[in-house]
């Protein structure tokens, strides 16, 4: 759970380095993340200052997704359509502009719990994002039931740089019960 009364960004990450071979495209077989997010906003406004948003970093070149590159998967965005999205980032995390779409169905999800999956496959460098079917609570990821979300994308701007991190982040305002989970 992160949360802070102070504006700013939040956010934890690990080296995966000794998990999988953290230069994706150089893996035989394809990499699956599986996880939970949420986030207590109706309608999280994004990544630039003073807005909220929620993001889970798949990969990272740097331990700091404020200025390192890679990819993640964002909640948040200006206007009324709060999708998940497919990103990757170029200069962190730090703003709406530095975020490119992979993936993005326009589908809202505001605050509702989400079991997400997203797969690459090293051949054809082929993204593919899926979403849970239980909105109301987390369920387990490696058992849930997924549907696909928009279509299975090429994208290896970064597959061939070392994203040896991944993490959790949440961009946030002063609201002191606003926060975001991760499972």
């Known amino acids: ?26 893996n035989t077989s394809t990499l699956t993340w599986s996880f939970n997010m949420r986030q207590s906003r109706t309608d999280p406004s994004g990544f630039d200052a003073g807005n909220y948003g929620v993001a889970f970093v798949l990969g990272c070149s740097t331990n700091n997704f404020l200025t390192g590159s890679g990819y993640a998967v ?9 999708n998940l999205r497919l990103v990757k980032f170029v200069a962190g995390i730090s703003g709406n502009a530095g975020l490119t779409n992979i993936i993005a169905p326009v589908v809202d999800y505001g605050s509702d719990s989400l079991t997400i999956k997203v797969t690459y496959y ?8 899926f979403i849970g079917g239980n909105l109301a609570a987390f369920d387990n990821p490696l058992t849930a039931s997924y549907t696909q979300l928009g279509a299975t994308t090429s994208d290896n701007t970064y597959t061939g740089v070392d994203l040896l991190y991944m993490g959790c982040l949440w961009n946030h305002s002063t609201g002191a019960s606003d926060l975001a989970y991760f499972d």
């Open 74 to 82: 964002v909640l948040g965005n200006s206007g009324t359509s709060d």
């Open 122 to 129: 090293p051949i054809g460098n082929n993204w593919s994002l």
């Open 1 to 26: 759970k992160l949360g802070s009364t102070t504006a700013g960004r939040d956010y934890i990450y690990a080296d995966i380095s000794t998990l999988y071979n953290s230069v994706y495209n150089t």
